[in-house]
C-alpha cells in the first residue's frame, strides 16, 4: 500500500483524494524530495517534540527549522526534539522516519507555522518511504482542522549549511550541481546496514555484531578498539558481541563501525596534514572530546561521537573527487599554518566557484544528507566551519568547533590559527574548570586514541 492506513481513513473521511508520487524507496523526507524530484518550496514536514506531557506535532516548511521558543510561547509548554526512533513509535503503520505532517490521524495535537497556510500546493509523506502526496493548498484546513497556529518556524534549512558569503546559491542548488557534474561515491553497503539497523527499536547486540562479523577486517578493528587500554576492561574480550554487550555498547560500536565503513567510499592519500592518518587522528580525538562534552550537558553521547567522528568528510570527499588540487590544497596547508582552511580552499578552488568554492563543510553537509545520517550530523559537518552558527542542533555543531579549537592547540586538526575558544564554551554552558578536565581527561588517553586513529588509518 503507498499510505498508511490511518492516514488514509482520515483522508478518505474527509473526502480528499491526493495524488500519489512514487519514487524510489527512501528512509527520510529529505531523500524522498530528492529521489521524487519535487519543489522543496511546496514540501510540509512534521518535528515531533515531547515534554513530560506528552507529544506534540510541529507543522511547517521543508526548508525550515523549528523555533522551540516560540513553540514554547505559544504552548506554555517546554519541548524537546523527540529522537527519530521514539518517533517512530508514535507511527506505528509508517515506515521508520515516514511521519506524515497530519498529527490528528494518529492522535497528536499540532501546531503550525503560519506561513504554511500560503502554500498553494502541498507535498507530505505518505507514512511510506517509496511515496509522497499532493493536495491542493485549500485542502490545509482539513488536514490541520484542529492545529494552533503561529510563527513557529525559523530560517530557510538550506542557509543554515551556507558558508559566510556565499547566499546567492542555497544548499540544495550546491547538492543538484554537485550530483550533475560529480559521480559522489554512494554510502558503503555495510555502513548502510549499519545505518537501517541503528534505526530499528527492535535492534540488538546480536544482530549488530552478526553484520560486523561479516567484514574480517572490521570485525579486527572492533576488537582492538574494545581490548584497548582506553576502556580499562578487566576482563577478555572474544567475540564482537562481547564488545558490544560488555565493553563498548550498541550506539559507540554501531557509531564506530558505521565511520570505519563509510570512509572506505574514498580514496585519499595518507600523507600530509589533510591525508588519511591526519584525518583519522582529528577525527578520534574531536568524537572523544564531544562524547566527554556531551557527558556533562547531558546530550546524547552517541550522536555527538558520531558527529565529531564524521564532521571532516567534506575534506575526504575533496580529496577523492579532486585529487590534484587536494595535493596543492594539502602543501599549502603544511606552508601556510596562519591562513584558515576557508582562505586556502579559495585559493585553490576558486572564490567564486558556486559548487567547490562553499568549502569542505558544507561539502560533507551535503553527502552526509544525501546518504541520510541524522541531522545532527549533517548540520556539524555543514557548519563547522561557521563559528556563528545559532540554528538547529547547535550544542552538537559547537561541541564539533569547541573541540577543534582545543585540538588546535595540540597541532590536531586541518585549522592552526588559534582564537579565543571561551565564547563557545559559554555558550554551550562550560566553564573554564570544565575545559580543564576535559582536556586532562584526553591527555589521559592520548596514547590509546593515537593507536586507535593509526589502527583506523592503516
Request: aromatic content about 6%; glycine content about 8%.
Amino acid at each position: 500500500m503507498a499510505i498508511a492506513e490511518r492516514l488514509k481513513q482520515f483522508l478518505e473521511r474527509r473526502g480528499l483524494r491526493p495524488d500519489f508520487m512514487r519514487h524510489d524507496p527512501s528512509e527520510s523526507l529529505e531523500a524522498a524530495v530528492v529521489s521524487a524530484g519535487v519543489d522543496p518550496r511546496e514540501v510540509l514536514q512534521a518535528t515531533l517534540l515531547i515534554d513530560a506531557t506528552g507529544a506534540l506535532m510541529a507543522v511547517h516548511g521543508f526548508r525550515s527549522v523549528v523555533d522551540m521558543g516560540a513553540v514554547s510561547r505559544l504552548t506554555s509548554r517546554s519541548f524537546r526534539m523527540l529522537p527519530s526512533r521514539q518517533a517512530d513509535r508514535l507511527f506505528p503503520d509508517c515506515s521508520s522516519g515516514c511521519h506524515p505532517p497530519v498529527g490528528s490521524a494518529w492522535g497528536l495535537p499540532v501546531v503550525v507555522d503560519q506561513r504554511v497556510w500560503s502554500m498553494d500546493t502541498v507535498i507530505l509523506s505518505s507514512g511510506r518511504d517509496n511515496c509522497l502526496l499532493r493536495l491542493d493548498g485549500e485542502d490545509l484546513g482539513l488536514i490541520l482542522e484542529e492545529a494552533r497556529t503561529g510563527r513557529i518556524a525559523l530560517q530557510d534549512d538550506a542557509a543554515d549549511i551556507e558558508p559566510d558569503g556565499a547566499g546567492e546559491i542555497t544548499l540544495d542548488e550546491v547538492a543538484e550541481r554537485l550530483q550533475k557534474l560529480y559521480r559522489l561515491p554512494p554510502m558503503p553497503a555495510l555502513a548502510l546496514r549499519i545505518l537501517r539497523l541503528t534505526r530499528d527499536p527492535e535492534a540488538s547486540a546480536n544482530d549488530l555484531s552478526n553484520l560486523i562479523e561479516y567484514d574480517p577486517s572490521l570485525t579486527a578493528q572492533i576488537m582492538r578498539y574494545a581490548r584497548s587500554a582506553l576502556f580499562q576492561y578487566p576482563g577478555e574480550v572474544h567475540s564482537v558481541q562481547e564488545a558490544v554487550t560488555r565493553v563498548l555498547g550498541f550506539d559507540r560500536v554501531a557509531h564506530m563501525a558505521m565511520g570505519i565503513a563509510s570512509a572506505r567510499a574514498f580514496d585519499v592519500p595518507r600523507d600530509g596534514m589533510l591525508g588519511m592518518d591526519a584525518f583519522w587522528r582529528h577525527s578520534i580525538y574531536c568524537a572523544f572530546l564531544c562524547q566527554q562534552m556531551a557527558r556533562r550537558l547531558n546530550l546524547d553521547r552517541g550522536l555527538a561521537y558520531l558527529c565529531g567522528l564524521l564532521h571532516n568528510f567534506g575534506l575526504l570527499l575533496t580529496g577523492h573527487l579532486f585529487p590534484d588540487q587536494f595535493d596543492q590544497l594539502n602543501r599549502l596547508r603544511e606552508s601556510n599554518p596562519e591562513q584558515s582552511m576557508r582562505a586556502l580552499e579559495e585559493r585553490v578552488f576558486g572564490v567564486g566557484d558556486d559548487v567547490l568554492g562553499v568549502g569542505h563543510g558544507a561539502i560533507g553537509g551535503i553527502l552526509h544528507r544525501l546518504w541520510q545520517l541524522p541531522d545532527a550530523v549533517v548540520k556539524a559537518a555543514g557548519v563547522h566551519q561557521q563559528p556563528d552558527y545559532e540554528g538547529d542542533y547547535a550544542d552538537y555543531v559547537r561541541m564539533v568547533q569547541l573541540a577543534n579549537e582545543w585540538l588546535k592547540e595540540k597541532g590536531i586538526g586541518d585549522e592552526f590559527n588559534v582564537v579565543d575558544w571561551q565564547p563557545v564554551a559559554d555558550r554551550l554552558g562550560l566553564d573554564a574548570t570544565d575545559a580543564e578536565r576535559l582536556l586532562e581527561e584526553t591527555g589521559a588517553v592520548a596514547e590509546e586514541l593515537d593507536a586507535l586513529a593509526r589502527q583506523l588509518a592503516a
